[in-house]
């Protein structure tokens, strides 16, 4: 059997009414509880078909859940009487929505003829009322905010370097033969080894030093061919600079997440009941007019 408390519950908690087979009737509307015994025997359901919600009983409900599942199929349901809702179920009323669903047959109204088993019903708390009201809460949630790549991408600079570059230039450095080393000018003739010239005349001593043999020679050779048009090539060589590039690291690159966290004020509108107390003169009193008191 559902308690009082978990009727309270499953109402504050926005369950539905499900029927014997599992169909959702509607959202828990009100509910109405036993003068006598204060236990829940009724509970109003909103099936959308018509402006008053529908009365359905409790006996043979059961919990499914965030709902409340009762014993009668949706078209007793939705066929149930319309009856008012002001709050209390009168017993003509009561009668007629148990003989609808069955649990009172064979009962003459006429006759007044009602067990005890069922004494009239009223609305759950009727000197209590709840109020309610939005609470703001704050919150946050994940969301993504941008993607981020990382390209490489070739860029072309010009760089400016200063090479060092050779070359060969010629000059003519005469040095007069007086200044070679072992060398006597005579009368032009050239004579090597100490020995005299075949053919008679004078000569030039010149004394043997391994030292300066070389350029003596060279020297002998060019007196003998004096006079004989002979011509030297000379070969002159130059650097020129040449650009190449190659491939080096020059650093490593590490991305990093960072958390930043600030703080931001956020603001909505919320709704919240207000109770009101209205009062009335009794009756024969000349002003009728209701007095309210608010909370």
Sequence with gaps: ??????????????????SADGQVLGPLGRLYVDDGTGRPTWVTVDTGTSAAES?????????????????????????SPGM??????????????????????????????RSDEHATSRLESDHVMIRSEEQLRAGTEIR???????????????????V????????????????????????????????????????????????????????????GSAFSGDEVTIVLYQERPVVQTEI???ERIHVLKEIITHEETLSGEVRKEVIEAESFDAPGRDAAAPRRTGG
């Design 248 to 250: 080096v690291a020059v």
């Design 164 to 223: 060092p570059v050779r070359r060969e230039e010629l000059s003519i450095e005469r040095v007069p033969l007086d200044d070679v080393p072992g060398h006597r000018n005579g009368n032009g003739n050239g004579h090597t080894n100490g020995a005299a010239p075949t053919g008679g005349g004078s000569y030039t001593y010149v004394e043997r030093d391994e030292e300066t043999a070389v350029d003596r020679d060279d020297l002998y050779a060019a007196v």
């Design 1 to 18: 059997m559902i308690t009082q408390e978990q009727m309270k519950e499953l109402i504050s908690a926005g369950g539905n009414v499900l």
């Design 84 to 113: 008012s809702q002001d709050g209390h179920l009168s017993q003509a009323e009561e009668k007629h929505l148990l003989r609808h669903y069955g649990l009172l047959p064979g009962v003459d109204e006429a006759a007044g003829g």
């Design 55 to 79: 009365f359905v009983p409790l006996d043979g409900a059961t919990t499914a859940g965030g709902d409340v599942q009762v014993a009668y199929p949706r078209e007793s349901v939705l066929a």
């Design 144 to 162: 993504e905010t941008e993607r981020v790549r990382l390209v490489k991408r070739i860029v072309t600079e010009e760089v400016t370097i200063t």
